[in-house]
């Protein structure tokens, strides 16, 4: 509880640092925006015991950038060739992360990743449009999901 | 050497921009909502991430340089939950995905 206190208030420190450009005049009203971030912070996402790791946020964070520019590339590339190539389909897939934080995540980051948007969720399934069919696009999601799983330090 | 940031940041200023227009071309190519969806998300975080990061590379100090980047994260979580909106309250009006007829 504590420690994650400090942690977001030093992270909303480091935010107000840098909207502020580094300048130090404005900090007693940085100090005030602070207090409040924090706090609509702790409402609506109260710390718990999950154990977020930071080892699992660098490798999503490595996988997420790569595939996400593959993502704009490719779609990129669909857009300007000559003669409609698409081939779009529903898929259905199982989704096994818990709701709140990881499921939006996944849903946000799914709509970024090469070839896929996410367009409905129910309790354990996620129906996705895929713009291309032939593309690798369930074993696309299990990896994304896998990543997102050890970020929150899910059971795999 | 400043001649060579220039040269890096308008190279990526220039990548980012065409990233921009594919995703516009991809608007209006694409034949329905969920496949429009694919081209604005993807392409323009893509050419957004390239634009600040020329911008950035230019910046006239660290915290300004940061700030540029933030925009970053900041506008990929709005657009990336937008797209998903859009996609399920279409999904919710019972509009079916365009399909390639005949094959």
Request: one cysteine or more; proline letters at 6%.
């Amino acid at each position: 509880m504590i420690s994650t206190i400090a942690g977001r208030g030093l992270l909303f420190a480091l935010f107000w640092w840098v909207l502020a450009e580094g300048r130090l005049e404005g900090w007693g009203l940085g100090l005030v925006a602070i207090i409040a971030a924090l706090a609509a912070s702790l409402v609506l996402l109260p710390p718990r015991r999950s154990r977020f790791s930071s080892i699992g946020l660098l490798a999503f964070l490595g996988f997420f950038l790569l595939r996400s520019a593959q993502g704009g590339a490719q779609v990129a590339v669909l857009a300007l060739r000559s003669g409609l190539v698409l081939r779009p389909t529903l898929l259905e897939l199982p989704l096994t992360l818990p709701p709140g934080a990881p499921r939006t995540l996944m849903i946000n980051a799914l709509g970024l990743m090469p070839g896929t948007v996410a367009v409905r969720i129910t309790d354990h399934r996620l129906q996705v449009h895929a713009l291309d069919e032939r593309m690798p696009i369930a074993a696309e999601a299990r990896a994304l999901e896998r990543r997102i799983a050890r970020l929150f330090g899910a059971p795999p | 050497m400043p001649g060579m940031l220039e040269t890096a940041s308008l190279l990526l200023l220039l990548v980012g921009a065409f990233f921009f227009f594919a995703g516009t071309v991809g608007l209006l190519r694409f034949p329905d909502v969920y496949s429009r969806l694919h081209a604005l998300t993807k392409a323009d975080n893509l050419g957004l991430g390239c634009i600040l990061l020329g911008l950035a590379v230019q910046a006239e100090s660290l915290g300004a340089a940061l700030k540029l980047l933030l925009i970053w994260p900041l506008v990929l979580a709005a657009s990336a939950s937008v797209s998903f909106a859009i996609a399920r309250r279409a999904d919710a009006l019972g509009i079916r995905p365009w399909r390639r007829q005949g094959d």
